[in-house]
């Protein structure tokens, strides 16, 4: 399944386990021997009655991510579409905390987008962002459950995400790592490309939708709603004053389903 072009295998645990999921993850994501994907995502039973279902998320390198907005809109699409709920307000338990979904049909009643609850972003999150000596180029640091670090630039198109990216995921600023935006305002919304930490290039990222939304607003480069357009498509962004939660709305699709054995 892919949210505007982020893609996860995603696995029910209610049917399959699987007992090294950091391992699979590396395996299953390599796009020449594998499946190929962005990573892993299990779907399986909530164990605290505050939630209804739990999500695990792990990279393509195999390590555990907190959360993943697009990653959290697929799986209320699966389980609507699958017929595992009835519910068109689901609470997913993730290691960010608990994530509520709308869900949006069609009048086919099928699941044609979902807004996340992705809670409030916090700017400074004790040691996943540490100031220190070694330069670092100027951006805004915003947590949404995972860490973020915001460059707005003149033209995103120039910009080296590779080689910029993969070496400030491991600046000494961001001791726990760091997903990287480049962000450009446009008149029809702001252009992002991401690094992820522990995927890479992507062509989205929820949560860094979020974070760009966000740094946006506290840097004046917009109001508290963004469309923010990544390499995958475009999510709807609004960082609601009332309670300081940020809503993310966006497509979640299904790709493909097979079988593979472990």
């Not at 399986?44 to 695990?56: H, I, K, N, Q």
């Not at 307000?89 to 009643?109: C, F, N």
Request: charged share 25%.
């Amino acid at each position: 399944m892919h949210g505007a072009g982020n893609d996860y295998i995603y696995v029910d645990t209610l049917l399959y386990n699987i007992a090294v999921p950091s391992m699979i993850a590396r395996i299953w994501s390599d796009r020449h021997k594998g499946i190929g994907s962005d990573g892993l995502v299990l779907i399986g039973r909530s164990p605290v009655p505050e939630a209804d279902f739990t999500m695990r998320i792990f990279n393509a390198d195999g390590s555990e991510a907190m959360m993943c907005g697009n990653a959290s809109r697929c799986v209320g699409k699966y389980l609507y579409d699958k017929k595992i709920t009835t519910q068109t307000q689901i609470r997913l338990l993730t290691l960010s905390g608990v994530k509520m979904l709308d869900l949006h049909l069609t009048s086919e009643g099928v699941v044609e987008s979902v807004t996340v609850n992705m809670g409030e972003p916090l700017l400074e999150n004790g040691k996943q962002f540490v100031p220190c000596g070694e330069p670092l180029p100027t951006g805004t640091f915003v947590c949404m459950g995972n860490p973020h670090y915001v460059i707005f630039v003149e033209d995103v198109d120039t910009v080296d995400v590779a080689a910029e990216g993969s070496k400030l995921e491991y600046h000494p600023a961001f001791p726990e790592r760091c997903n990287i935006e480049f962000a450009e305002v446009r008149p029809d919304g702001i252009r992002v490309r991401v690094w992820e930490r522990g995927s890479g290039i992507t062509m989205a990222c929820g949560t860094g939708a979020c974070a760009t939304a966000v740094a946006a607003a506290l840097t004046g480069r917009s109001e508290r709603k963004s469309h923010i357009i990544m390499d995958g498509g475009a999510l709807d962004i609004k960082w609601r004053e009332t309670d300081n939660h940020i809503y993310k709305t966006g497509p979640a699709e299904f790709v493909f389903e097979g079988d593979i054995e472990i």
